[in-house]
């Protein structure tokens, strides 16, 4: 495993905190097999992986709320077992983190300072709790904002609960409030099934059942287009959309072509371009320049991480913690390759950090 970036609360797993990491590191007396690594989500401040076949779930890094899910509030600097939950998915907020197992059953755990976790009795959940969807719903996918949680259930339905002031009750998006286990949910309306959902810090972009994507919530900086995106015209047309991300106030997809598209906030050049310092943009959708096939990328807050056919990583975007792993913090405007980061496998990013897993 290699990371870089911020590293202040140890959610590199380095065995030390630090300000930042400006170049790859290798993370060194693993307690397990990183070849067994089956999913590995990162967020404000905390990096979780999953294990296969067993489900094992190890966390390092921030902790003020309970987010590693040990029992405590203590950060921690070095992988550490959290425990075997049976996780088929896992995500990684601001301070919070979710599972969903293979059952459909939702877990979670850490801040509870906006009700986006639990009921109003506590401020934050110290391990994995179970969470109850209305009308015995099942979970397919967890993701989160800022300060909500989003919820997508296995019958195509998107569930937020939080604080996001962006959803305002009785908006036309929102279909029907439920106030289930002492959680207000709510059900938001779109034309069609639901494929898949990212969030945004203020904001969600939606796949539906069409091959189009579309957005709710803040668009200040044109995250959120009220125009649905027909994702079929991006492209050759035999493409679907392969991946759906989200950073703090732009987004993007992947296409099964290879190509990916970003729109939104570009102020530190997180859609690959050179920055623009405007307010709001049309939300004009934008593709990636990298010459080689993506198989898979991932945005952090305000920055961008991609994979190739090749097994290289390119990134691009905010650098300020050495999160594009060039050796600096200037800011990358074009998607720059890593040097000497070959043949990787899988890659995630945090808010301000990155993860790339090299094959053995």
């Known amino acids: 495993m290699h990371c870089w970036g911020a590293n202040s609360h140890g959610q590199l797993g380095l065995g030390f905190s630090s300000e930042m990491c400006e170049s790859p590191q290798r993370v060194e007396?693993?307690?397990?097999?990183?070849?067994?690594?089956?999913?590995?989500?990162?967020?404000?401040?905390?990096?979780?992986?999953?294990?296969?076949?067993?489900?094992?779930?190890?966390?390092?890094?921030?902790?003020?709320?309970?987010?590693?899910?040990?029992?405590?509030?203590?950060?921690?600097?070095?992988?550490?077992?959290?425990?075997?939950?049976?996780?088929?998915?896992?995500?990684?907020?601001?301070?919070?983190?979710?599972?969903?197992?293979?059952?459909?059953?939702?877990?979670?755990?850490?801040?509870?300072?906006?009700?986006?976790?639990?009921?109003?009795?506590?401020?934050?959940?110290?391990?994995?709790?179970?969470?109850?969807?209305?009308?015995?719903?099942?979970?397919?996918?967890?993701?989160?904002?800022?300060?909500?949680?989003?919820?997508?259930?296995?019958?195509g339905k998107v569930l937020i609960f939080g604080k996001a002031k962006w959803l305002k009750e009785g908006g036309e998006k929102i279909r029907l409030k439920v106030l289930h286990g002492g959680l207000d949910f709510f059900e938001l309306e779109f034309p069609e099934p639901v494929i898949d959902v990212a969030s945004g810090e203020n904001h969600l972009v939606v796949l539906l059942d069409r091959q189009r994507i579309a957005c709710v919530g803040d668009n200040k900086f044109g995250q959120s287009p009220e125009t649905i995106i027909d994702c079929c015209i991006q492209g050759q047309q035999h493409a679907a959309v392969k991946q759906l991300e989200s950073g703090w106030s732009h987004s993007g997809f992947l296409m099964t072509d290879g190509r990916?598209?970003?729109?939104?906030?570009?102020?530190?050049?997180?859609?690959?371009?050179?920055?623009?310092?405007?307010?709001?943009?049309?939300?004009?959708?934008?593709?990636?320049?990298?010459?080689?096939?993506?198989?898979?990328?991932?945005l952090g807050s305000q920055h961008g991480i991609a994979l190739t056919v090749e097994e290289t990583v390119y990134t691009w975007g905010w650098n300020e913690h050495g999160n594009c792993g060039t050796g600096g913090v200037e800011n990358v405007r074009s998607p720059t390759r890593i040097e000497g980061m070959p043949n990787v496998k899988d890659i995630a990013a945090g808010a301000g950090f990155c993860w790339a897993l090299k094959k053995l």
């Open 29 to 155: 007396s693993l307690p397990f097999d990183p070849s067994r690594i089956g999913a590995i989500s990162a967020g404000g401040g905390h990096t979780l992986v999953v294990l296969e076949p067993t489900g094992e779930v190890y966390c390092t890094g921030w902790n003020n709320r309970g987010q590693l899910g040990l029992g405590h509030l203590d950060d921690v600097c070095h992988f550490t077992l959290m425990g075997r939950f049976g996780f088929e998915a896992i995500a990684c907020g601001w301070d919070v983190s979710g599972g969903v197992s293979h059952e459909g059953e939702l877990f979670m755990w850490g801040s509870n300072v906006w009700h986006q976790v639990a009921d109003k009795g506590v401020k934050c959940v110290t391990v994995p709790t179970k969470v109850d969807l209305p009308h015995g719903a099942k979970a397919k996918k967890v993701c989160f904002g800022l300060r909500h949680t989003c919820v997508l259930t296995e019958q």
């Open 260 to 298: 990916v598209y970003l729109w939104g906030r570009n102020n530190y050049g997180q859609l690959g371009v050179a920055a623009t310092d405007q307010d709001g943009n049309n939300g004009r959708t934008m593709m990636l320049d990298i010459e080689s096939e993506v198989i898979k990328f991932c």
